[in-house]
């Protein structure tokens, strides 16, 4: 079975460019959840979506939007990139949202703005 | 009185050793709590939870200790292997794939 897969592994971008990232969920999971990881740190809470919905936002600007589409796959945008948006992107994905229900990680997009 | 385990940002120990490895977490309401290992190149992996009506909780090769009272976990790898050797993350979990990560700690297992 595929694990949660994340489109592209690796890109460079201009400041002030946008970038749209990938992830697709472990097949039959439903909740996709997207995390900053600045190196050096833990991982930092975006975003959360379940059944096409957000259901939880972290502590960053309006330039991060995200959503889910009907076979649960989902988009991360990042406008009027900094260079401080530079870090290793992460999508977890999980069949629900109950609390103890395990998050499966992929391996990451890794952006570096320039 | 008991102490509370210092984090370090970095733990080398020798093959075969026991590692522990600790964490402070700041939200007292927090009621479930996970140890991820991150490898390089890797995204977070999950090694064990505990839920806050515990005081410890046990996996193989690893234990999870929990002492609420100070908002403290501790992660202990038995007979630590080179396998071992990687980023480990404490983290309180507010909902399936909403997860507030600690400082990590880098394990360097010597052979």
């Known amino acids: 079975d595929a694990g949660v897969t994340q489109s592209p592994t690796h890109l460079i971008k201009t400041r002030g460019q946008h970038v749209t990232l990938r992830c697709s969920p472990i097949?039959?999971?439903?909740?996709v959840s997207w995390y900053q990881q600045v190196l050096g740190q833990g991982p930092q809470f975006i975003f959360q979506?379940?059944?096409?919905?957000?259901?939880g936002r972290g502590n960053f600007p309006d330039r991060f939007s995200a959503r889910q589409f009907p076979n649960y796959s989902s988009e991360l945008n990042v406008n009027a990139l900094l260079l401080g948006d530079s870090a290793l992107y992460l999508c977890?994905?999980?069949?629900?949202?109950?609390?103890?229900?395990?998050?499966?990680f992929g391996q990451g997009t890794r952006l570096t703005v320039v | 009185g008991e102490s509370v385990g210092l984090h370090l940002p970095t733990l080398s120990v020798q093959e075969g050793d026991n590692s522990i490895i600790n964490c402070a977490y700041s939200?007292?309401?927090?009621?479930?709590f996970i140890w991820y290992k991150q490898e390089s190149g890797k995204g977070p992996q999950f090694i064990i939870d505990i839920r806050s009506n515990m005081d410890k909780r046990q996996g193989q090769r690893v234990t999870v200790l929990l002492n609420k009272t100070v908002k403290h976990l501790s992660l202990q790898i038995a007979a630590t292997q080179p396998g071992d050797s990687a980023v480990y993350f404490c983290a309180e979990m507010m909902g399936a794939g909403k997860s507030t990560f600690g400082d990590g700690t880098t394990l360097t297992v010597k052979p």
């Open positions: 977890a994905s999980s069949l629900e949202v109950r609390l103890n229900t395990e998050a499966f």
């Open positions: 097949s039959g999971h439903k909740s």
């Open positions: 979506y379940y059944e096409k919905e957000e259901r």
């Open positions: 939200n007292s309401a927090s009621d479930y």
